[in-house]
T-cell receptor, first 115, second 114 residues
Framework: AQSVTQLGSHVSVSEGALVLLRCNYS??????LFWYVQYPNQGLQLLLK??????LVKGINGFEAEFKKSETSFHLTKPSAHMSDAAEYFC?????????????FGQGTELSVKP | NAGVTQTPKFRILKIGQSMTLQCTQD?????MYWYRQDPGMGLKLIYY???????DKGEVPNGYNVSRSTTEDFPLRLELAAPSQTSVYFC?????????????FGDGTRLSIL
């Protein structure tokens, strides 16, 4: 069965530092891939998605992610962290054969940004 | 545009009580989903629907029921509340089940069973 692994349940960076949040998926056929962000007491908001076009995907708030088939990875990066980036981030996948559009989520990574 | 609206935002139930979590969307989406979120576990799919009158189980359906009589509404029913159902519940919707369409989420219902 498809699974998603996010390495690191908590990541802490200094303001202005590089943000790197890791996500690996398990299927041999590349799925659709998503990154969502959740601010406290809110729902999930889409940051970016990979469907099958460019392997480097740009999202909102300066985030981007690179799809690497050989590594079955879809890591999320941002060159310079801002205090407002503090939130929980979820990687999710949807199998291409899945007509129900169901998402499988990783465990989440909580990002802290230190001043 | 309201998007996906969930009510109530918070609720405390006693063991054995029942309640319905409401979810409505105004985007004319055919696909709707219920997830629960527990700390360190990500989101788990409870039930989903691909259109009015059609529902199916997700990964963790036990203890829950759903119905989908209209495109807009997808209520989640807890019949006999148990402490294990203490969680944050999210409803989501999307326009199409395939093609990598993103899901749109409500703000959640925080439910405590005591």
């Amino acid at each position: 069965a498809q699974s998603v692994t996010q390495l690191g349940s908590h990541v802490s960076v200094s303001e202005g530092a590089l943000v790197l949040l890791r996500c690996n998926y398990s299927s041999s056929v590349p799925p659709y891939l998503f990154w969502y962000v959740q601010y406290p007491n809110q729902g999930l908001q889409l940051l970016l998605k990979y469907t099958s076009a460019a392997t480097l995907v740009k999202g909102i708030n300066g985030f981007e992610a690179e799809f690497k088939k050989s590594e079955t990875s879809f890591h999320l990066t941002k060159p310079s962290a801002h205090m407002s980036d503090a939130a929980e981030y979820f990687c999710a996948v949807s199998e291409r054969s899945n007509q129900g559009g169901k998402l499988i989520f990783g465990q989440g990574t909580e990002l802290s940004v230190k001043p | 545009n309201a998007g996906v609206t969930q009510t109530p935002k918070f609720r405390i139930l006693k063991i054995g009580q029942s309640m319905t979590l409401q979810c409505t969307q105004d985007m004319n989406h055919n696909y709707m989903y219920w997830y629960r979120q527990d700390p360190g576990m990500g989101l788990k799919l409870i039930y989903y629907s691909v259109g009015a009158g059609i529902t199916d189980k997700g990964e963790v359906p036990n203890g829950y029921n759903v119905s989908r009589s209209t495109t807009e509404d997808f209520p989640l029913r807890l019949e006999l509340a148990a402490p294990s159902q203490t969680s944050v519940y999210f409803c989501a919707s999307t326009s199409a089940g395939g093609g990598g369409q993103p899901q749109h989420f409500g703000d959640g219902t925080r439910l405590s069973i005591l």
